[in-house]
C-alpha cells in the first residue's frame, strides 16, 4: 500500500500535536488538589467553630444553618474528591493513548540502522585492496530503527569515518605483523538505543592518532606556539584534528589530505543535534562516539526565559550553564568576557539578540548559557533558567520564511508556546553585531544601583600612564571612572553605557580623538554629551581643530596639572555627586 511521505509527516505531526496536548491536563490536575486541600481546610475549620461554640447557646436557626453548611461542605468535598480521581484516570488514558499513537506514527518513519549502510562493506573492503592493506568491517546493530530523515544525514559521516579508520587507522599487513596483530585489520560499528538518543561506536584495531605528529603540525600551521603545544594533554590534541583544514597528511591524495573530513563529520552531526568524540590509545587503534536522536521530531532542551518569553536552546548545542557574578565579568577590547575553562568567553545578551525587552531587575549574577557550534564559545546570558525538557518540534508555516535565530517552535505542559534557538544562525549575529560594532554590553546593574548618584566620566587615552592619572584623580575627587583604550573602545563604551563627560586625547590607534568626538555629535543620544579634549598638541590651529570637531573643552598636557583637569571637569558637568 503506497502512503505519501507528506502524509506520513502530517500523521506525526498531528499525533505530536495531540501528546502535547495531553500534557496540558497536568496543571489542571494540580490545581484540582489544591482545591480539594482548600476544601478540606474549610470544612476542618468549620469543625473548630462548631467545637467553640459549643458552650454557647445558638438559636435554632444558627445551629441548622451551621449543620447545613457542614454537610454542604462535606458533600462537595466528596464531589471533588471523585471528580479528581476521574480527571486523573482520564488524563492518564489519553496521555498513553496520546503516547502509543505519537510512538506508532513515528515508527511510520523508522527505519533500520542497516539501510545506510548499503555498500559500505565493499567500500571498506575496495579501500584497504587499493592502499594494499586487508580490512574487514563488522557490523552489529543493524536492525536498530532510526528515523529516515537522520538516517539519510548519517550516511555522509559516516562514510568520512569509515574512510578515515582505512586510511589513518589501519596498518600494512607488514606492520601489523611487526606489531603481533593480524595481517587482516579489524573496523567495528555498533548501533545502539539509549534514553531516546542513537548511539554509533565506531571503533578500529589500528595504530591510534600520532600525539607526536599532532602536536608538531599544530606548531607547523602556527595554531599554537611550541611551548604551549609542547603541554597540551591527549584530549585537547584530539580537539585539532576537527578543526577545519587539519590534516596529518603532508601531500593529497584521492582519500585524504584535504583537512575536510573530522570537520565535516563534526557539522553534520552538530546539524543533527548530536555529538561526536574521539578517544584513541596508541598501537590498540581509535573510537568515535557518536550521540544523535533517534528522531528530529523531538528534540531535548534548556528553556529560557528572555523578555518574559520563553526559548529554547537544544542541550547539544549547550557547553554548560551558570550563575555568573557581575563581579566576574571583564573588558577584553571593548568587549564583555568572563573566565570559562581556562579561556576568556565573550559575553551577550539573549535580549539583544533576540529583540526582546532587557531585564530592569538588579539581580547580583546573571543566568549565562553557553553555547558552542564548532569552534565558536559564547555564553548567552538569559533571565531564568525555567529547565530541561523533551519538545516536540513544531515546524513553523514556510510563509513566514526564515525566521533569525529561530528554527521551530514547540508547547510546553501548560500549552504556551516556547521557540527553539537556531544556535549556529544565533552565532552568525554575534559575529555581525560585533563586526559592525553593535554589539551591547549588559548592564552591571548591582554596581549602578549603589553609584547612581555618582556622576560617570569616561577617560580614552592610549598611554596607560596618562589613562591611570586621569583615573585616580577624577576617582580621589569622588567621579565614578570608566576608561578606554583607544577611539574605537571608548565608541563602543559611548553606545553601551551612559556617561556624563568624556576625556579623550587625539593621537591614539584605530580611531583618533577627532573622529571619535566628531562620531559623538552626529548621534542622536549623545550629541549633547560634554567633551573634554586631552592633548600633547599645544598649538592653535590644533586647539581650533578640537574646538570644531565639536569638543566643549581642550586642555594641553604641557600644561597639564592636577587642578586645572579638575576645574575643567567641575566647570563642565559640576561636582562629582548629581
Not at 236 to 252: A, I, K, Q, Y
Request: charged share 30%; proline share 2%; hydrophobic share 45%.
Amino acid at each position: 500500500m503506497r502512503v505519501t511521505a507528506e502524509r506520513l509527516n502530517s500523521l506525526l505531526d498531528l499525533s505530536s500535536k495531540s501528546l502535547v496536548e495531553t500534557l496540558r491536563l497536568k496543571p489542571h490536575l494540580a490545581t484540582m488538589q489544591r482545591l480539594k486541600r482548600m476544601q478540606s481546610n474549610s470544612l476542618r475549620a468549620l469543625e473548630n467553630l462548631n467545637v467553640h461554640l459549643k458552650d454557647h447557646a445558638l438559636s435554632l436557626e444558627a445551629q441548622e444553618a451551621l449543620d447545613d453548611a457542614r454537610r454542604l461542605l462535606a458533600q462537595s468535598q466528596q464531589m471533588l474528591v471523585e471528580k479528581n480521581a476521574e480527571l486523573d484516570e482520564f488524563a492518564w488514558q489519553a496521555s498513553q493513548r496520546a503516547q502509543v499513537l505519537y510512538d506508532t506514527a513515528l515508527a511510520c518513519r523508522m527505519r533500520p540502522f542497516a539501510d545506510v549502510l548499503a555498500g559500505q562493506v565493499r567500500m571498506v573492503r575496495d579501500l584497504g585492496r587499493s592502499l594494499g592493506k586487508q580490512v574487514r568491517l563488522e557490523i552489529e546493530g543493524d536492525k536498530t530503527q532510526v528515523d529516515r530523515d537522520v538516517l539519510e544525514k548519517l550516511e555522509a559521516p559516516l562514510t568520512h569515518l569509515l574512510r578515515n579508520a582505512v586510511d589513518h587507522g589501519i596498518e600494512t599487513p607488514e606492520q601489523r605483523l611487526l606489531a603481533g596483530k593480524p595481517e587482516e585489520g579489524l573496523i567495528r560499528l555498533r548501533a545502539s538505543h539509549q534514553a531516546g538518543l542513537l548511539v554509533l561506536e565506531l571503533s578500529d584495531d589500528g595504530n591510534g592518532v600520532d600525539l607526536e605528529k599532532v602536536r608538531r603540525s599544530i606548531v607547523e600551521r602556527q595554531l599554537s606556539p611550541a611551548e604551549t603545544a609542547a603541554q597540551l594533554s591527549e584530549e585537547e590534541l584530539l580537539t585539532f584534528l576537527f578543526l577545519p583544514g587539519f590534516s596529518l597528511r603532508d601531500t593529497v591524495t584521492e582519500v585524504s589530505g584535504r583537512g575536510v573530513g573530522l570537520d565535516a563529520v563534526q557539522h553534520m552531526v552538530r546539524q543533527l543535534r548530536g555529538a561526536v568524540v574521539l578517544e584513541q590509545t596508541a598501537g590498540e587503534g581509535s573510537r568515535f562516539h557518536l550521540e544523535v536522536p533517534l528522531t528530529l521530531s523531538v528534540v531535548r532542551s534548556l528553556v529560557v526565559e528572555v523578555g518574559e518569553e520563553a526559548y529554547a536552546f537544544p542541550l547539544a548545542h549547550i557547553e554548560r550553564m551558570c550563575d555568573l557574578e557581575l563581579a566576574d565579568i571583564v573588558q577584553v577590547e571593548g568587549r564583555q568576557h568572563f573566565w570559562h575553562e581556562g579561556r576568556h568567553v565573550g559575553l551577550v545578551a539573549a535580549s539583544q539578540l533576540l529583540h526582546r525587552p532587557a531585564s530592569q531587575g538588579g539581580q547580583q549574577s546573571l543566568k549565562v548559557v553557553v553555547i558552542r557550534e564548532r569552534d565558536a564559545v559564547y555564553g548567552v546570558a538569559v533571565e531564568r533558567f525555567i529547565g530541561e525538557r523533551t519538545l516536540v518540534v513544531l515546524p513553523l508555516d514556510e510563509r513566514l520564511g526564515k525566521i533569525q535565530d529561530i528554527s521551530a517552535g514547540a508547547l510546553l505542559d501548560d500549552g504556551s508556546v516556547v521557540l527553539i534557538v537556531d544556535v549556529e544562525d544565533m552565532l552568525r549575529s554575534v559575529d555581525k553585531l560585533l563586526n559592525t560594532g553593535r554589539l551591547e554590553r549588559i548592564a552591571r546593574q548591582s554596581t549602578q544601583a549603589v553609584e547612581a548618584a555618582r556622576k560617570r566620566v569616561l577617560v580614552v587615552d592610549d598611554s596607560l600612564t596618562v589613562r591611570e592619572l586621569q583615573r585616580k584623580l577624577l576617582l580621589n575627587r569622588g567621579y565614578d571612572v570608566a576608561v578606554a583604550v583607544d577611539g574605537m573602545d571608548g565608541w563602543n563604551a559611548l553606545r553601551s553605557e551612559d556617561f556624563d563627560l568624556l576625556i579623550t586625547d587625539i593621537d591614539m590607534p584605530r580611531m583618533d580623538g577627532i573622529e571619535l568626538v566628531s562620531l559623538l555629535r552626529r548621534d542622536n543620544r549623545l550629541q549633547s554629551l560634554p567633551v573634554m579634549v586631552v592633548s600633547y598638541k599645544d598649538r592653535e590651529e590644533d586647539r581650533r581643530r578640537g574646538l570644531d570637531a565639536g569638543a566643549d573643552y581642550y586642555l594641553a598636557k604641557a600644561s597639564f596639572h592636577d587642578d586645572a583637569l579638575l576645574d575643567a571637569v567641575v566647570e563642565l558637568i559640576g561636582g562629582a555627586r548629581a
